[in-house]
């Protein structure tokens, strides 16, 4: 059986080929256990896209052989990506206490995919270790029961310590409440906005959501009322954008990076997602057609100083998988590793953002 510090020291001699320092050194080792079926360690790099973490996992084990000998049995070498919670952490918001992570997620207008964007992204967060939820605040329009294959869920409420709490559908690791559980799929939703607002409040307060990393809001198209609520309720981490690189969308896609920018919202704009860039058909995957127009939303970016997170294409697959309530992120395709890719941006991104800045503050708005 060999030591903590024995392990220790075989990991010091792992070099991070960028950054010219030793894993131990950069603060990269989470966990270390010797047991009975080996040696497990746990790495967590700064960046959870770091293009050196097969090369880190190799240098790993190599290294433990090297100095520990050939009796040393390694059972497992695990990279897992960090969340950083922001500095000087206010208890901000009277909900969502064990939330880390607020993402609103927002278009300026419909059609560009954004539920689509929000469902595979929060899916891609999970799969990377994550503890994720997603709430469908799209009141009027509410399509994540479909993409989730769970157009039948009813959510069970629970008294807990003399409160009632709604009980999220857990699928694919991710928590999810939508509007959608409550209302009959085949009737339009006809509700003034002050009822809409007063239902997601109750979806906020009321949803038994734990301790979570992230919680990403899908929130409807526009500028309207469900937005103002939901930065009136909570203090949010930071928006992502959803836009095609069509004219028309990216000239929307301005009002809602406006909307989250302005003086009263103040709400961090992580960065701007194009959705739909090219189309790939299945038959010529090396094949792309740009439908829509190209590099609009790469131009809008440098534009207004936003980070582009990614683009996804136009890919048969994401839409039969939305279809179908299995999205294509769970599969090992390209369009899957784009939402996955996507995922590593946007944990970068929310991981810098809460380095640099203070935490979010709720909205007053006074009438």
Not at 251 to 270: C, H, Q, T, Y
Not at 340 to 345: H, Q, R, S, T, W
Request: proline letters at 6%.
């Amino acid at each position: 059986m060999f030591t903590k510090d024995q392990i220790t020291e075989a990991l010091s001699r792992v070099i991070h080929p960028e950054k010219g320092k030793n894993i131990v050194a950069l603060g990269y080792i989470s966990e270390i256990e010797n047991g009975k079926e080996g040696i497990s360690v746990i790495i967590r790099p700064e960046k959870s896209n770091d293009p050196f973490i097969s090369s880190l996992k190799s240098s790993t084990a190599r290294a433990l052989k090297e100095v520990l000998g050939a009796d040393a049995v390694i059972k497992e070498i695990k990279v897992e990506p960090r969340s950083i919670e922001p500095k000087h952490q206010e208890k901000e918001n009277k909900f969502l206490q064990g939330v880390k992570n607020i993402i609103a997620v927002s278009s300026g207008k419909g059609g560009v995919g954004k539920t689509t964007i929000a469902v595979n992204l929060s899916i891609a967060l999970a799969r990377k270790g994550f503890t994720v939820g997603l709430l469908d605040a799209d009141v009027f329009g509410p399509s994540v029961p479909r993409m989730f294959d769970a157009g039948d869920y009813h959510p069970e409420v629970v008294r807990k310590k003399d409160t009632e709490l709604i009980i999220p559908l857990n699928k694919y690791g991710v928590k999810v409440l939508s509007a959608g559980f409550f209302v009959n799929p085949s009737e339009a939703v006809v509700w003034r906005g002050p009822m809409a607002s007063g239902f997601l409040k109750q979806l906020i307060a009321q949803g038994d959501w734990g301790e979570l990393d992230y919680l990403l809001f899908d929130l409807p198209p526009g500028t309207s009322d469900i937005q103002l609520t939901l930065v009136q309720e909570v203090a949010v981490t930071g928006a992502i954008v959803i836009s095609t690189p069509q004219e028309v969308a990216l000239a929307d896609a301005i009002k809602g990076i406006a909307m989250f920018r302005s003086e009263k919202i103040n709400v961090p704009v992580l960065g701007l997602v194009e959705n739909m860039s090219w189309f790939t058909p299945a038959e010529l995957p090396e094949n792309k057609y740009f439908i829509f127009g190209k590099g609009g939303g790469r131009a809008l970016a440098k534009k207004l100083n936003v980070p582009l997170l990614g683009q996804i294409p136009l890919i048969q697959s994401i839409c039969e998988g939305s279809d179908k309530g299995y999205p294509v992120v769970l599969n090992d395709s390209a369009a899957g590793n784009a939402f996955m890719e996507l995922a590593g941006e946007v944990i970068d991104k929310i991981n810098k953002r809460n380095k640099e800045i203070r935490p979010t503050v709720k909205v007053e708005i006074n009438k």
